[in-house]
């Protein structure tokens, strides 16, 4: 039996990436702006809609622009040495850093026109990290069909916001996956492809610089004699 994909998470421990939370996740707009996300489907965007989003103005501190809110679930993107730096640092809570970045759960009813094939084989688009059904008995008898994480509407919220509204988490391996997704999202666009690299084939490497790891991969950076650097993400996990 492998390692279960959730867990109920602890209300009295410190938050951490695959936190799952109901959160007001909020977006800077220009007054009036219309652009999705919607508030119901639309066969004419292929963005998620969001019902019961809502604005706030302050016409006095910012006239031209508004703050739309969406209420949603969402789950914890940062990473959890990052959340736990103050911490280890022996800070009082007080201090530490509010901010918390964190991305919203999308289901089927919110995004019919969306890429449910695809991930039912295998092939989700770079913007999803698929989740697995939600069974009874985790958290309750809530439960959910099938979704995934939309790292397109990644933003800020506090701690203090997450804290106490979060009754699920990610285990362990699906938090793992999650970092390595986000890692994908948000710097595959800048690491070499096939093509970069059929370039410098046969180039002399001047130093192989370790950028980061994770738990199955490394990042590392290459760099040549004569041809520009190339960032590389090598799986270690086979």
Avoid at 55 to 65: E, G, I, K, V
Avoid at 148 to 155: A, E, M, N, Q, S
Wanted: proline residues 8%; hydrophobic residues 45%; glycine residues 6%.
């Amino acid at each position: 039996m492998g390692a279960p994909f959730y867990e109920a998470a602890a209300l009295d421990g410190r938050i951490g990436r695959g936190d799952v939370a109901f959160l007001y996740l909020p977006q800077t707009r220009v007054v009036g702006e219309v652009a999705p996300p919607l508030a119901a489907p639309s066969r004419r965007t292929n963005v998620p809609a969001y019902a019961g989003a809502f604005s706030l103005l302050d016409p006095a501190q910012m006239p031209t622009a508004e703050v739309r809110v969406w209420p949603a679930l969402a789950v914890v993107v940062m990473d959890s040495c990052e959340l736990d730096r103050f911490f280890n640092q022996g800070r009082d809570s007080r201090q530490w850093d509010s901010r918390v970045a964190v991305a919203p759960i999308i289901f089927e009813s919110q995004y019919p026109h969306g890429p449910w094939d695809r991930m039912a084989e295998g092939r989700a688009p770079l913007y999803a990290f698929s989740l697995e059904p939600l069974p009874p008995g985790i958290v309750g008898e809530a439960h959910w069909p099938r979704a995934f994480v939309d790292l397109r509407g990644t933003t800020l919220v506090s701690r203090q916001h997450v804290q106490p509204n979060r009754k699920l988490r990610l285990g362990r391996e699906a938090a793992d996956a999650l970092a390595y997704r986000v890692l994908e999202f948000w710097y595959l666009r800048e690491v070499a492809r096939h093509r970069d690299l059929d370039a410098r084939r046969g180039q002399r490497i001047a130093d192989i610089v370790p950028v980061q790891a994770g738990a199955d991969y490394v990042e590392v950076r290459v760099t040549f004699e004569d041809a520009d650097p190339l960032r590389l993400i090598c799986r270690t996990d086979r």
